[in-house]
């Protein structure tokens, strides 16, 4: 069973949830909500979308962060975590169990995919894929399936789903103007930041400070407010930010997402949540008090548990979600 625990305080005192489980099962999926223009020559393959965001030369500069960052689920948002791959089993069963079983979708069999179809999960997961032909809808969809029907061994196929990923590119200059009426749009030649300045590299000469680089608003784009209404199919999925501003800020609560994920933990770019046990000990107070005993029907003698669980939930929103 999964628990989800709000954090409240009245009069300085958090309230505790305590609940008979169990199973206590947390899961934090990676994403919710994107700006996602659509700009320039649409990509017709895995290989040319991953060329357009390429950001292997900041390595160059920047090892540490982008070591960190490679560590982190950013670097495989449509595939997942490398031993299991379970974002992109989410996907094919969003697939299979979603799209082809619904009358108007569109979708009778894996070839009838669209980027279209794909949005509703990669609005977030892979925010550039708006730029792109249906054509990498198709060949993502080709070695979803050939990784998983392989009993996932399939390495190219592992190769080519993890090739294209939320980098230092989307960050830091795709999404990173979010009140374009206000601080403008996006330059193509820039890197944002927290300064102007210029940057030593030659594709992006210019840094200029994004408002919003350190703000929660920069993550709540993907982390969520709620139902995607939007979308033709809309889904229901990452709802942190929606928690963060209207329980834990509205409550009085002054951290960012950045000084809890990235400070704090001392993780930096490599983004975390319950898959860090440093997280794990910063989100929750977690005590378990079990005893064991025999329940007597009759003649029948039933072993059965009684598990008390006492959940303090730390975090500026509520677990699990994404």
Request: proline share 4%; glycine share 6%.
């Amino acid at each position: 069973m999964a628990l989800f625990v709000k954090k409240s305080r009245k009069g300085g005192s958090m309230k505790v949830a305590k609940v008979l489980v169990v199973l206590l099962t947390i899961a934090l999926p990676l994403m919710a909500f994107a700006a996602i223009p659509e700009t320039g020559k649409k990509a017709k393959t895995i290989d040319e979308l991953a060329a357009k965001y390429d950001s292997s030369s900041c390595k160059t500069c920047h090892s540490e962060i982008y070591e960190q960052w490679d560590k982190s689920l950013h670097a495989r948002p449509i595939f997942g975590p490398l031993e299991s791959a379970r974002t992109l089993g989410t996907i094919k069963n969003a697939i299979t169990n979603g799209m082809m079983e619904w009358p108007y979708s569109g979708v009778k069999k894996k070839e009838d995919v669209q980027i279209r179809h794909l949005v509703t999960c990669t609005k977030c997961h892979l925010p550039q894929l708006v730029e792109a032909e249906d054509s990498v809808a198709q060949e993502i969809v080709k070695y979803m399936w050939a990784y998983i029907e392989s009993g996932r061994t399939d390495k190219k196929a592992e190769e080519k789903l993890t090739k294209i990923n939320i980098n230092c590119l989307i960050c830091h200059n795709r999404n990173a103007m979010i009140h374009k009426w206000a601080d403008g749009v996006v330059q193509n030649d820039t890197v944002y930041g927290s300064k102007d300045g210029s940057h030593a590299s030659p594709d992006f000469p210019k840094l200029k400070r994004a408002p919003e680089m350190k703000e929660p608003t920069l993550c709540g784009q993907c982390h969520g407010l709620g139902p995607q209404f939007e979308l033709d199919e809309p889904t229901q999925c990452a709802t942190l930010y929606g928690y963060y501003l209207w329980n834990y800020k509205a409550d009085g609560g002054a951290e960012t997402c950045v000084e809890c994920h990235m400070k704090k933990s001392g993780l930096g770019h490599n983004l975390q949540s319950y898959r860090s046990e440093v997280m794990r000990k910063m989100a929750i107070d977690l005590h378990v008090n079990a005893s064991a005993y025999l329940w007597r029907d009759g003649t029948i003698l039933t072993p059965l548990a009684l598990v008390r669980a006492e959940i303090v939930n730390k975090a500026g929103h509520a677990f699990p979600d994404g």
